[in-house]
Every structure is written in structure tokens, then in C-alpha cells.
């Protein structure tokens, strides 16, 4: 079902003054199981659209003014019935995200392995330069990055070869540092960064050494690329089988890695250190607690209700008033409090006096 469906003269924009139709739309879209979400995003859009073409109505439309202005009111109102809802499916796949949570000790085992077969992989790769051995080489390295940084993948995906070339060397830290210009958050943060000792950049060159023999490596500009032009839309998927060749356990994404990282961040570092981490991962921390960060365990809740039990322990220390022995002497007080305060007198109005005109001259009558 559509706004404008059977509606002719659409010029004038007069369909939208229905307000029931724009009801049944919202119920239809309701009924077609959509997410809470993805709803919203629907509505959103319309009521955007309802703004613009309040603030900037072309010459064909004949909507009056008051018309606008209920129809935005109405928008308005959708969007605020729909504020719960959203908010109990965002907790809901808050809470389904938390079973997904990695362990510290899973992380730290993928860096472990990873590290341990990529330089197999790449013995593989420049004796066997064929597809399958790329896709595993993609595979580990790309696993070992994220459980370092928590990039997105879609960072991984648009990392460019000529930036891995151009990273720049710190001396003093013997390290590689590789800004990455294309990503989700780039208006933001700028550029996301890598930064790697020189073991970890060497693996880097030794696969770029090997990219020539590959199919679309003469021309590639990514560095995980394929054989057409376009960056690597399943890097995800070769991640997922270096971690199932790695043993380890479950099947997760990049984003569960992402997710892992930020939670562990939060309940590890405190607040300065937190924020480091969560800008080196182009994200924001209020944006971590609200779609990323699980609640706390049954551990620390229980040691968060030992806090609020010791606050209750020791000496007074607050500025409580003590209770008093008589029942009903703070009513008194205030009563007596309340009588010998002066009552302010309002002045009274002035009633203002019309001015008294005097009386016209009488006119003499002319002399006979």
C-alpha cells in the first residue's frame, strides 16, 4: 500500500491529507512482520519528508498551512508511539548479542594461532599461488587484525594496497602505522588505523610480493582483493573458516568480535583508557553501551549490591535530620511557621478618572 495509490493531480500533494490512510499504512507495515526498526525507518523518512515540504512547499502544492501543520503533528505522534517499542527490540537484540560474547581467553588464542599459521600460509601461497590459498591467507590475517583492533570489516575490506605501502615507521617504536581513508565513520574520526611491529608488516609485503601471480593481483587495488576490481565481499566468510581451521569455538563475525572487544574495554580500562580504545575503533563509547556492551554478570552485579549494602554500614556522614519523638510535631512546626509569616496585601487598582473636558463657550448672539 502506497500514499498516492489510485490518487491522480499528485502535483498537489492533496493525497497526504488523510490522516486515517496514513494510520492503515503504519498498521499495514506493522503486519508484514517487520522489525521495530526498520518501521520507524520507514516513518522517519516520511516525516522528514513532511518537514521539507513544510519549510519549502513547491508552487504546485495546495496544502494550506494549518494542513501542514497537523500533518507534521500526526508524524510527530507516530513517531513517539513508536519510541517503546523500538527501545524493547533494541534491548532484546542487546541481549541476544550477549550470548555472542567471546571470551578474553578465545581472543587471546585466536592472535596466538593466527600468528603461528600465517607464516605457513604464505610458504603455501608463493609455492601454490592458486585462489584457495589465498582465500586462506585472507582468512587468518584478517582474523588476527580484528581480534587486535575490533574493526569493522567493512575497514578490512577498503583497506588499499598503496596505504599498506605508504605506513609510516616510528623508529623509536619500531612500528608500522597504516591509515585507512574509506570506512562507516571516516567523517568522524578520520582515517582508522593498524599499527604493526615488523613481523606483522613483513607478512604484509610477502603477500604483496606474491599478489602478482594471482588472478586480478596485476591490477588490484586493495589489498584483499579478487579477480574483478571490487574489494573482498566475503572476507567475512574466509575469516569464518580460518576460525573453524583454527579450532576454536562457535562461528562468529566480525562484528561479534567488534562486540567482544568493547566489553571486555569497558569493564577492564576506566573511563580515559576506554575512550582511547573506542576511538582507535572509530566508535563512539555512548554508542558501545546502548547497542554494544553486555550488562553486568551475576559476579559483578552481586559485587555492585555489596556497594550499595556498605554505603549503609559505619558513622552518619549524610545531613539527615533526625526524626522527631513526637507524632505529628513537624506538622506543628510547619503550622506555626506558616501562621507567624505576614500575608502580603495585594495593592488594589487604581480605577483611572476619565479627565473632566470643560464646558464649550456660549456663543454671543450677533447685535441687532
Request: with cysteine; proline share 6%.
Amino acid at each position: 500500500m502506497r500514499l498516492a495509490e489510485g490518487k491522480s493531480n499528485l502535483s498537489s500533494f492533496v493525497f497526504l491529507n488523510e490522516t486515517a490512510r496514513i494510520q492503515k499504512w503504519v498498521s499495514l507495515l506493522r503486519a508484514r512482520n517487520m522489525k521495530e526498526t526498520t518501521v520507524k525507518h520507514y516513518i522517519d523518512n516520511v516525516s522528514q519528508f513532511m518537514d521539507f515540504l513544510a519549510e519549502v512547499p513547491p508552487q504546485s502544492c495546495r496544502l494550506s498551512k494549518t494542513v501542514l501543520i497537523s500533518l507534521r503533528r500526526e508524524m510527530k505522534g507516530i513517531c513517539k508511539s513508536l519510541r517503546r517499542s523500538v527501545g524493547l527490540h533494541q534491548t532484546k537484540v542487546k541481549a541476544e548479542k550477549e550470548e555472542k560474547v567471546l571470551l578474553k581467553s578465545t581472543l587471546a588464542e585466536c592472535k596466538l594461532k593466527a600468528a603461528m599459521h600465517i607464516p605457513d600460509a604464505l610458504d603455501l601461497l608463493d609455492s601454490d599461488p592458486t585462489p584457495k590459498s589465498q582465500w586462506k591467507f585472507y582468512g587468518l590475517f584478517s582474523a588476527y587484525l580484528a581480534c587486535l583492533f575490533g574493526h569493522r570489516g567493512g575497514v578490512l575490506q577498503n583497506m588499499m594496497i598503496q596505504e599498506v605501502m605508504g605506513a609510516k615507521y616510528s623508529a623509536s617504536k619500531k612500528a608500522y602505522l597504516i591509515n585507512i581513508l574509506s570506512h562507516k565513520t571516516n567523517q568522524v574520526y578520520g582515517p582508522a588505523q593498524i599499527v604493526l611491529t615488523k613481523e606483522e608488516y613483513t607478512w604484509a609485503l610477502r603477500f604483496l610480493e606474491v599478489k602478482d601471480k594471482l588472478p586480478g593481483g596485476t591490477t588490484a587495488k586493495y589489498f584483499f582483493f579478487t579477480s574483478t576490481p571490487n574489494p573482498c565481499k566475503n572476507l567475512n566468510n574466509y575469516f569464518q573458516e580460518a576460525w573453524k581451521y583454527m579450532d576454536l569455538p562457535g562461528t562468529p563475525t566480525f562484528t561479534d568480535i567488534r562486540t567482544s572487544i568493547a566489553s571486555h574495554a569497558k569493564f577492564t580500562h576506566g573511563n580515559d583508557d576506554r575512550e582511547k580504545i573506542s576511538k582507535f575503533m572509530c566508535h563512539n563509547v555512548k554508542t558501545a553501551d546502548k547497542f554494544y556492551v553486555t550488562n553486568l554478570s551475576a559476579k559483578q552485579a552481586m559485587e555492585h549490591r555489596i556497594l550499595f549494602e556498605r554505603s549503609l554500614e559505619g558513622e552518619e556522614r549524610s545531613p539527615a535530620k533526625p526524626a522527631s519523638a513526637e507524632p505529628g510535631a513537624d506538622k506543628k512546626r510547619q503550622s506555626k511557621r506558616k501562621s507567624t509569616k505576614p500575608r502580603k496585601k495585594k495593592p488594589k487598582k487604581r480605577k483611572r478618572q476619565g479627565a473632566t473636558r470643560p464646558p464649550p463657550p456660549r456663543m454671543r448672539s450677533p447685535a441687532r
